[in-house]
Every structure is written in structure tokens, then in C-alpha cells.
């Protein structure tokens, strides 16, 4: 059977690092998973609660396309008392997680042959799915001389090189480097976009997730941007496969049209609980504090280990190390991790295709115990 090109995109390796780490785990071995930004907390009690009595009610189905009403309101609700933005709940489309408002907003902004900006390192799913649609990918490295964020300098420097850009996105906090873009640098370049008839999409799925910086919603700058959001870190529901966007009024009706054919709407048991978890603040909280305490444990243990902390940890739950005192090959490196101590970790190959075979990302969104443990299984290995 033929298989088409557009499916020729690199591996997810997170995703495969984690698939081999269950394998390990249910042959029996002690494995800790640092491969990816799962919380080790479960949902919110009253999401939970919420979808108990769903499923007590037994009538589960369709909703409209672009989610429950009754959800869609709470998220504006979210936006007018978080950020102070007004958002008109009929500009928002709850989606089937974050990744499928990915894929509407692509397809949805752009078409073949037109490029799209994203920072490197960064998301590697972006990447991958802008490929599969014949989207091409600018790459613009972020590093402490740009304050690891894309600046309207890069663009321009991008567009000198490359040609015109239809659209950029950007994550913050971002993923792996854990940047988050203060609100000087997001309205500098929310500016530029508008200026050069370029579409701005602000990935915002680790919002909630800030330990310093601005965390700054581009809604409270600008109507002209496409915002994705996530039940899936702060909300620590993964698993539910629950996410929302906030479009521009034109763009509603398309990505409507889309989302009718592609997904038809999301699930309706997992808008139930996260219409309730909006209100879980406090119990949210409270896991942030606890993502703190592993992420100043990182900060101090890895350096002692001999990785150099390579990017800020302001935000979402990741450390982005330089492992190049160790190894050359990170991909290498991470299986014998796996193999040898079993922890698993994410090789920086998915994330900077130029200088990743020196990097590696650590999640520590798991339990403070498992994080004290991987770090000493590590530093015994590298004696």
C-alpha cells in the first residue's frame, strides 16, 4: 500500500521515550518518566465529581462543533476575571485538546507553500504538522541574546532570508526552553505582525504554570490573534483530551466548518468536567507550588550533576539542559538513561534538529519523591 509523503515526518521521540518507558514498567522495572509533561496530579475534584454524575445521567452524545455553550461562556468568563480581556463567547471553539486546534488553526490560516515562524528549540509537533500539510517551517533560534523569545529583529531577519511570512507562533511559557514572553515583547510583536499582514498565533496551553515573568494573555493586547489554550498542564487533564482556541470573529465560521468534518465536536463528557474545573483554582494552585519545589530542586541538582540549565525555567515544567559534558548524541544518551537506571528523559532532537544532539529536556511535573530519586540514580551513574 502506498503511503503518502506528507506522513514522513520525524518522530515524536517524547512519545516513543514514553511508550518504551511503560514497556519497561510493566516488565517490572523501577521507572521514573521525565519524558513528558504529565502532572502527577489527577484531574480536579469537581471535574471529576462532574463526570460521575454524566455518566450516572447516561446521556452522553454529540455537542454543537465548537463545544457546550455553557462551557464556551466560563472560558470568556476565565478571560474577563484572569486576564481583564472581553472575549465574546462565540469567538471561542473547544476542541479535541490542544493539538487538534493546532491542526484547525492550520489549516484553517494557511495553505501549501506558505511559511509559518516558530521558534527553535520548540514544540516539535508544530513542526511535524505544518510539514504534513506542505506548510513550511521557519525555524528562528531563541537564545539569551534574544531572551529566548522571537523579536519583530528575528522576523525581519527571517523574511530577509526566507521571503514573506504568512504567520508565526509562538508558546508562552514555552516548551522545552520554559520562556515566558513579558508583555513588552508580545505586544512588540503582536505589533509587527499587524503591520506586516502576518497571522499571530499565541500558544498559551502552560498558562497558569508561571513561576516569574509576565504571564500575559495576547488577548489583552489584540482581537487579531489566534489564541490555544489546554484543560491538559495547569488543569492536569491529559487524558481528557480538552482544549479551547479564541479566533478572530472571521475565522470562527471556517474553523466551525472544519471542526464539523474533522472531529465533529469534543467529547461532551470531558467539556462536563472541564466546565468544572475552571473553578478549581485553589486545588490548582497548590500543585503549582509543588511543581515549584521539583523545579528548584532541578535548578540546583542538575548543575551538581554537571548539566548546564540551558534556557530559562520560568514557566510550564521542563528543564532544557546542555548534556555536551556527557555526550554528543543525546538520542544515544537518553536510551542508555532508560536502559542502565531506567529513567527516561527526552533527547533535545526533538526540539532543535541543529543542536539537540547535545541537549536533553527533563520534565518535572511528576511526584518530588521520583524527582529526588531520578536525580540521584543520575548522579551515581555519571560518577
Known amino acids: 500500500m502506498k503511503i503518502s509523503r506528507r506522513s514522513a515526518v520525524e518522530p515524536f521521540h517524547a512519545m516513543d521515550v514514553l511508550a518504551e518507558a511503560a514497556r519497561r514498567r510493566s516488565a517490572g522495572q523501577p521507572v521514573i518518566s521525565m519524558a513528558v509533561g504529565q502532572p502527577a496530579y489527577p484531574a480536579p475534584r469537581a471535574a471529576l465529581e462532574a463526570a460521575r454524575a454524566a455518566l450516572a445521567d447516561g446521556r452522553i452524545g454529540y455537542t454543537e462543533a465548537l463545544g457546550l455553550d455553557s462551557l464556551r461562556k466560563a472560558i470568556a468568563a476565565h478571560y474577563r476575571t484572569r486576564h481583564g480581556a472581553e472575549v465574546d463567547p462565540g469567538r471561542i471553539a473547544v476542541t479535541t485538546g490542544s493539538s487538534a486546534a493546532f491542526n484547525l488553526a492550520f489549516l484553517t490560516l494557511f495553505d ?28 528562528i533560534e531563541v537564545s539569551a541574546e534574544n531572551d529566548f523569545t522571537m523579536t519583530p529583529e528575528s522576523l525581519e531577519a527571517a523574511q530577509s ?42 500558544d498559551e496551553i502552560y ?23 489546554s484543560f491538559s498542564k495547569y488543569y492536569c487533564m491529559t487524558g481528557w483530551r480538552i ?27 470531558s467539556q462536563v468536567a472541564a466546565l468544572a474545573a475552571l473553578g478549581a483554582g485553589d486545588e490548582l494552585d ?58 527516561a528523559a527526552t533527547p533535545g532532537h526533538d526540539f532543535d534538529p541543529i543542536n539537540g544532539h547535545r541537549t536533553m529536556r527533563f520534565s518535572f511535573a511528576g511526584a518530588h519523591d521520583q524527582m529526588i530519586e531520578a536525580t540521584d540514580r543520575i548522579a551515581a551513574w555519571l560518577k
Not at 498558562?207 to 489554550?229: C, P, W
Not at 471556517?254 to 464539523?260: D, H, I
Not at 520560568?314 to 548534556?323: E, I, K, L, P, T
Request: proline share 6%; charged share 20%; hydrophobic share 45%.
Open 243 to 269: 482544549g479551547w482556541m479564541v479566533l478572530p470573529t472571521a475565522v470562527v465560521r471556517p474553523t466551525e466548518r472544519l471542526t464539523q468534518s474533522l472531529y465533529i465536536s469534543a467529547p461532551e463528557i
Open 112 to 139: 501549501p507553500g506558505d511559511r509559518v515562524a516558530i521558534a527553535r528549540p520548540g514544540y516539535p509537533a508544530y513542526r511535524n504538522i505544518l510539514a504534513a500539510l506542505g506548510i513550511e517551517t521557519i525555524e
Open 207 to 229: 498558562h497558569g504554570l508561571t513561576f516569574s515573568g509576565e504571564e500575559t494573555s495576547a488577548l489583552e493586547l489584540t482581537d487579531d490573534v489566534v489564541v490555544i489554550n
Open 286 to 343: 497548590a500543585h503549582r507550588d509543588a511543581y515549584r519545589r521539583n523545579r528548584d530542586l532541578l535548578a540546583s541538582r542538575l548543575p551538581e550533576i554537571g548539566f548546564t540549565i540551558a534556557s530559562p525555567m520560568d514557566g510550564a515544567f521542563y528543564a532544557y539542559v546542555d548534556v555536551g559534558r556527557f555526550t554528543n548524541d543525546s538520542m544515544a544518551f537518553a536510551r542508555r538513561m532508560l536502559s542502565e537506571i531506567s529513567v
Open 161 to 202: 532570508v526566507f521571503g514573506k511570512l504568512s504567520g508565526i507562533l509562538l508558546a508562552s511559557p514555552a516548551n522545552p526552553t520554559g520562556t515566558v514572553t513579558g508583555r513588552a515583547h508580545l505586544k512588540a510583536l503582536s505589533d509587527y505582525c499587524l503591520a506586516n499582514d502576518i497571522t499571530f498565533i499565541s
